[in-house]
């Protein structure tokens, strides 16, 4: 079982400076072919300043740390046994290339179902930019099957 | 085609599906190294099956990028202010995945007008993977 003295934990920030090269590798991976993804003057006649990050990028920030990682490590929770449950994305401003994001996370809980056979962790992180504006909230729930 | 306004979408209305090609070793391959998800789970065929799974699967996160497409190519991401899905079967290999959505409601959310939005992906056999919601403000 998962220690539930970890809910209310608090991971470290994880630090991500948005860059075109990685947007465009991300873009390629999804198969994205709209040009404000890729292209800078289509990003700019869109409206945006530079290439905008994708609605699901900011995933990325605290897997590239490792925030995630260290959290797995903590809780004990094995990658051969998890499984992403839930995934939730707010949005309060557009993050773009030549932005620096930074997600903060807090275990917000732990639970479990069928007795113990499956255990969820319920991770919420605000995501910043460069000038301290919140720019998104996430909250994953991922799920351990025993 | 993208809605004119919120008086142009109605209840009901349905987004244009997105088809995906086949998924492959090497979409997982690419997409765990874009999105930063090294999880060898979905790239190594011997961890995979070490955790009993007889394959790799997709990462969870690629069907969400691409109900995301979905999303931005009927409305300009800018106006996108929620985006909720839980993840209810594992997409695996061969599966061909489809995308679609639809008009739930028009509400007022934050002083915006808002449509909510029924979003999923299935695969060619018609199961659902990826079922949750979009919340987009239009003009």
């Known amino acids: 079982m998962i220690d539930k003295t970890w809910i209310g934990h608090e991971l470290g920030a994880s630090e991500l400076p948005i860059e075109a090269s990685r947007l465009r590798f991300f873009a390629k991976a999804i198969g994205e072919d709209d040009p404000v993804y890729t292209d800078r003057a289509a990003a700019q006649a869109a409206g945006y300043p ?15 740390s490792g925030a995630v990682d260290r959290m797995l490590e903590l ?6 046994k998890l499984l992403h449950g839930e995934q939730s994305f707010t949005y309060h401003q557009p993050v773009c290339v030549g932005d620096t994001v930074t997600v903060r996370s807090c275990i917000e809980d732990i639970y479990d179902k069928k007795n113990g ?27 351990c099957r025993h | 085609m993208k809605p004119m306004s919120y008086d142009d979408v109605q209840v009901g209305d349905q987004l244009p599906v997105l088809d995906l090609p086949a ?12 999105s930063g998800d090294h ?8 961890f995979a099956r070490r955790a009993g799974m007889p394959d790799v699967f997709a990462q969870g996160m690629l069907g969400m990028a691409w109900v995301g497409r979905l999303v931005t190519r009927w409305v300009p991401q800018s106006r996108l202010r929620r985006f909720d899905m839980r993840f209810q079967g594992i997409t695996h290999l061969g599966h061909v995945v489809r995308c679609s959505g639809r008009v739930l409601e028009k509400i007022e959310v934050g002083g915006e007008r808002c449509v909510r939005l029924a979003v999923q992906s299935a695969n060619q056999f018609g199961e659902v993977k990826i079922a949750g919601e979009a919340l987009v403000a239009l003009p």
């Not at chain 2, 998924?23 to 874009?34: K, M």
Request: net charge negative.
């Open chain 2, 39 to 46: 999880n060898p789970i979905h790239i190594d065929l011997d």
């Open chain 1, 50 to 64: 530079d290439l905008p990050a994708p609605p699901t990028f900011l995933f990325a920030v605290e897997l590239d």
């Open chain 1, 117 to 143: 056979a499956l255990e969820f962790v319920v991770k919420s992180s605000r995501a910043t930019n460069q000038a301290g504006e919140l720019v998104a909230e996430l909250r994953s729930v991922l799920v």
């Open chain 1, 75 to 80: 809780l004990q929770l094995p990658l051969s």
């Open chain 2, 23 to 34: 998924v492959d070793r090497a979409r997982l391959a690419l997409f765990g190294g874009a």
